[in-house]
Each structure stands twice: as structure tokens, then as C-alpha cells.
């Protein structure tokens, strides 16, 4: 059972454009919500997070929302660059001592010059 | 600060040979997490080491296992190795800070196993 789903396997934005990640969550335990960014060949390095006592979260070009009524959270990137060409992977954590980190299955940008 | 390191970074076995791959978490991060990842399954989560205890295991087999030492320096092993795991395993580490806060984990560049 899929915890935390990305449905869009994969993702195709013109340079300069907004490009719009989306997440999925069932468990309502879930309180730290991040965004990781994976290049080929790279271990997935952290790019944003967002705690569940907050619905926005902006850094730079990178703002996550989270609406928990829906269990959604998107990533959106405003402007769009050829470098932010990567597979994005969700996760979440769940409140209490064990917070082991549930992922998706990642959604691949490809952003196009 | 040095990061996450992976060693070795690529490896060819063949069925039946058992593998032990090694990461060293970033100084001071006392909480090493294993990961499998292969195309369409996305991360896996094996298990968590945290003062040399295992904390949390995901749902692999007992052919997976792995360690931590003293100086939070972990290894995993996996025995009888199966076409299937050719994957990478990516190692990542984290620091824990006092009040349940969350910390984000930090990635090793994994170790690229190929079971031929």
C-alpha cells in the first residue's frame, strides 16, 4: 500500500515556465512533508520541506504548499531551468519517536530549453 | 564537512555471491538509514541503524542485512544475491536533535550492484 503517491511518473515543461509537482498522502499520522531532488548516477539530495503547521513554504525559485484537508502537497518551481532536469521524490514523516521516512516513486522533470 | 561516502561506488557479482557494501555517515550523524532503488519501485526502505541498534527494517529478507559500528560507520550484506537486486543502495544519514524534531536525511551517492 502506497503511504505517499506521486501519480505523474513523469513531467515536460518549457524553460521559463512553472512546473508543478504533485503528492499524495493517505496517512494523516504524517506531520514533515520534504522534497528531494535525485540526479543520475547521484544520491537524492534535499531540496525543500514543510511542516504540517504550515500550508506554504518558499525558498527561491522552489515554494511547497501543503493542503492537509486533501492530503496534497505540490512543489512548484517558478522559473523553470534546463538544471532543474531530475527525478523529484516526496516524502513524509509521521509524528511520534519512529519517524522513518515513507517515499514515492519519484516524478521525472524534464525541462526543455 | 565531508559528506556521505559509499564504498564501492559500482559492483559486479553473480548469483549465489553475497556482497557487504559500506557507508560513512557525515561526522557527527549518529542515525544511518539503507535504501534500495530500482527503476519504477522508486526508494526502498531497508533499515536503520542508530548507536549500533537496528531502529527500523523495512520489508526485505533475511538476506539483507546490515551493521553499524561504534564510530556510526555501517555496512550492509546481502547474501545469495538474486538477479533482482541489481539496484542502487543508497546510504543516507542524519542528525538527530532533541525534541522529536524531524531532520532531513542526507545521501551518499550509492553503490551501483550489478548481480549478473
Known amino acids: 500500500d502506497q503511504q505517499v503517491k506521486q501519480n505523474s511518473p513523469s513531467l515536460s515543461v518549457q524553460e521559463g515556465r512553472i512546473s508543478i509537482l504533485n503528492c499524495d498522502y493517505t496517512?494523516?499520522?504524517?506531520?514533515?512533508f520534504l522534497w528531494y531532488k535525485k540526479y543520475p548516477a547521484e544520491g537524492p539530495t534535499f531540496l525543500i520541506s514543510?511542516?504540517?503547521i504550515k500550508d506554504k513554504n518558499e525558498d527561491g525559485r522552489f515554494t511547497v504548499f501543503l493542503n492537509k484537508s486533501a492530503k496534497h502537497l505540490s512543489l512548484h518551481i517558478v522559473p523553470s531551468q534546463p538544471g532543474d532536469s531530475a527525478v523529484y521524490f516526496c516524502a513524509a514523516a509521521p509524528a511520534g519517536n519512529n519517524r522513518k521516512l515513507i517515499w514515492g516513486l519519484g516524478t521525472s522533470l524534464a525541462v526543455n530549453p | 564537512k565531508a559528506g556521505v561516502t559509499q564504498t564501492p561506488r559500482y559492483l559486479i557479482k553473480t548469483r549465489g555471491q553475497q556482497v557487504t557494501l559500506s557507508c560513512s555517515p557525515i561526522?557527527?550523524?549518529?542515525?544511518v538509514s539503507w535504501y534500495q532503488q530500482t527503476p519504477g519501485q522508486g526508494l526502498q526502505f531497508l533499515f536503520e541503524y542508530f548507536s549500533e541498534t537496528q531502529r527500523n527494517k523495512g520489508n526485505f529478507p533475511g538476506r539483507f542485512s546490515g551493521r553499524q559500528f561504534s564510530n556510526s560507520r555501517s555496512e550492509m550484506n546481502v547474501s545469495t544475491l538474486e538477479l533482482g537486486d541489481s539496484a542502487l543502495y543508497l546510504c543516507?544519514?542524519?542528525?538527530?536533535?532533541?525534541?522529536?524534531?524531524?531532520?532531513?536525511?542526507?545521501f551518499g551517492p550509492g553503490t551501483r550492484l550489478t548481480v549478473l
Open positions: 543516507a544519514s542524519t542528525r538527530l536533535v532533541a525534541g522529536g524534531q524531524f531532520n532531513e536525511q542526507f
Open positions: 561526522s557527527g550523524h549518529r542515525s
Open positions: 496517512n494523516s499520522m504524517f506531520d514533515y
Open positions: 514543510i511542516s504540517s
